[in-house]
């Protein structure tokens, strides 16, 4: 474990050196009840790239660790990431930061977030990383389930659905303990969308993307609210031409918005990083807010109870991770859309063999 640079890795004994600086205080103790009882929260985020990055950063604002530790492949350029976060401190929680390249620094994890992985280059799909990242997968879960057998594991690379599968395989975790992150960011592009559209807070909106987390995800046009008011008849009412293909329109910008942001910039990043940033706070805090998540889909809206596919539908989440999965309204062609996407992830999973 690399506790980033400290003044002891320069020679001077740590041992005692608040008890010299500080003079006691009458009727002092070491902690509070509270304090020395109170259960610390550590974050593991498992690849320090762009994605990495932009969640352990966001978190740290947050407020919501007591440490993060970073775990990537490459030595120099973690600890890199490391110190140039740790040298943020005078203007941050107080949160320890660790870093390694072995998992042995997640040890006693909370919440474990796997960023690791290839990500697209323009034009390339999510599926298409599925071979390449599987392969890390099968070396990074093992090992990070055995240091934190009780964390819970939300998972981000891509293709994220069925590696939020190959995770819950690996790890041998109940399903309620592994999550994807999955259309969680589709629909906070929809929402931003929509919000745009009618110059009202993207908070304001509720608009769910479900299913895969990449091309065929769908929109539930019936979940679109704004301040607790159903949103789409009257956006149809005020504009003719919100018809099928007008809807299919908003639907397609929605996916495209990462090749989009791909082609520009490379990657992306922040949008993601505050979304699983959300959902940590969500799960660690034991907030029950619903979110659109990638998770065991068996029996929902048709798919068969035998194929054990995680996509996105909107659950409860908390402290024990998946705590319920939100029974919603589909028209037939989006049980339809959903079955479909259902079945390609399916089909992707059962290529795997595990
Ligand atoms: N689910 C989602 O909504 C999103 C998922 N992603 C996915 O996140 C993944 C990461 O994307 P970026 O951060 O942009 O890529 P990146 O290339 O910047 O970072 C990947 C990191 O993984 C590290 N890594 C490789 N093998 C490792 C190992 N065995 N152990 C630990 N670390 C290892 C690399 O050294 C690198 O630092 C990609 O699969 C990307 O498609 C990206 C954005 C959104
Ligand atoms: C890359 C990716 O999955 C996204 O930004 O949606």
Known sequence: MHKTSSLSELGFDAGGASSGFFRPVADGCPATPTTAHRRLTKISVIGAGNVGMAIAQT?????????IALVDALPDKLRGEALDLQHAAAFLPRVRIVSGTDAAVTRNSDLVIITAGARQIPGET?????QRNVAL?????PPVAEHSPDALLLLVSNPVDVLTYVAWKLSGFPASRVIGSGTNLDS???RSLIAEHLDVNAQDVQAYMVGEHGDSSVAIWSSISVGGMPALKSLRDSHRSFDEAALEGIRRTVVGGA???????????????????????SLLRDQRRVHPVSVLAAGFHGISDGHEVFLSLPARLGRGGVLGV???????????QLRRSAKTLWENCQLLNL
């Open 59 to 67: 978190i740290l604002t947050q407020n919501l660790a007591d440490e």
């Open 126 to 130: 999510r599926l298409n990383l599925l």
């Open 137 to 141: 997968y099968r070396k990074i879960v």
């Open 188 to 190: 906070s592009r929809f």
């Open 259 to 281: 090749y989009e942001v791909i082609s520009l910039k490379g990657y992306t990043s922040w949008a993601i990083g505050y979304s699983v940033a959300s959902l940590a706070t």
């Open 326 to 336: 939100a029974e919603m309204e589909l028209t037939e062609a989006e049980a339809a």
